[in-house]
């Protein structure tokens, strides 16, 4: 039951930090209303409540002079839905790991890889930079459910990002694209397919001092249409999300970050509202 590609607010993605830093991160968030996993699922008024957990490993890195980060993430989520499902009244429970992601991302511009003493001088002006996050379908699924927590299929999403600091604010910007692979096993032995699904996101962030920022985020994603079998299906997605987020400094190598978001448009499901908190450790690096 996680939420589908194209929904995260992802403030401060092409931003540098000094190279050779660990972080390991821990979350929560709570989701309800239209938090089906896949908009392909023919569901209609379907009303949820999802609670998600993960967990996260990532590392900064010198990739050729500039500025990177390697980042593996592993969900789990436990929730309930209910709605009519193919026309007929339905609900269900469904609690297991979802589909894990691995993300790299390399900044082209701006982002100079730094050892931290060499970070204290750093000034940001203008970051261009990319990442690709690759899912494999790991997570728990059973092809006899409509419904599962995993999708069982390979995502790709490509990103192209910027960044641009004036002084204690800055405006990113960030365009990408979600490509699925087929689920050959979508009701024991039908096949599954969906279009792209593209999407824009938008941040304005405020450093109030080091390590400590508020961002008001935006997206809008579109696409996605599915079929199965070869017949598609009226659920092409069209929609826009906003949200909030702050980070606090607990010390020099923790950190704990809260966010929100909500639905400004939806005008084919994955209408919900979101809340969550995470924290998060580094070291490393000269730390």
């Not at 600091?165 to 024991?188: P, R």
Request: proline fraction near 5%; glycine fraction near 12%; charge should be neutral.
């Amino acid at each position: 039951m996680a939420c589908a590609h194209g929904q995260q607010l992802e403030p401060r993605a092409y931003s540098n930090v000094p190279v050779g830093i660990n972080f390991a991160t821990a979350g929560f968030s709570h989701s309800s209303g239209d938090v089906l996993p896949d908009p392909s699922i023919p569901a209609r008024d379907a009303a949820a409540k999802v609670n998600a957990l993960f967990a996260a490993y990532s590392r900064s890195l010198d990739l050729g002079g500039q500025s990177g980060l390697v980042s593996v993430i592993v969900p789990w989520a436990s929730g309930t839905a209910s709605g009519l499902l193919e026309g007929q009244p339905a609900s269900v429970e469904r609690t297991g790991f979802g589909d894990p992601s691995l993300k790299l991302s390399m900044n082209f511009l701006g982002a100079p890889a730094l050892t931290l003493k060499e970070f204290a001088g750093y000034r940001q002006t203008t970051i261009v930079g990319g990442s690709l996050q690759v899912t494999a379908p790991l997570g728990s699924y059973d092809p006899a459910r409509i419904v599962n927590v995993g999708t069982n299929r390979w995502t790709l999403k490509p990103e192209l990002g910027v960044s641009r600091a004036l002084g204690k604010w800055v405006l990113e910007g960030a365009l990408a694209v979600s490509l699925f692979t087929d689920n050959h096993d979508y009701q024991v032995n039908r096949t599954r397919t969906q279009e792209p699904l593209y999407s824009a996101q938008a941040h304005l962030v405020y450093n109030f001092r080091p390590g400590m920022w508020a961002a008001v985020n935006y997206t809008f994603y579109a696409g996605g249409r599915s079929s199965v079998d070869g017949v598609a299906r009226d659920d092409r997605i069209e929609n826009s999300r906003w949200g909030l987020t702050l980070t606090v400094p607990l010390d020099l190598r923790n950190s704990v970050k809260l966010y929100a978001s909500t639905g400004v448009l939806a005008r084919t499901g994955t209408d919900f509202d979101m809340a969550g908190i995470a924290f998060q450790h580094r070291w490393g690096g000269g730390l």
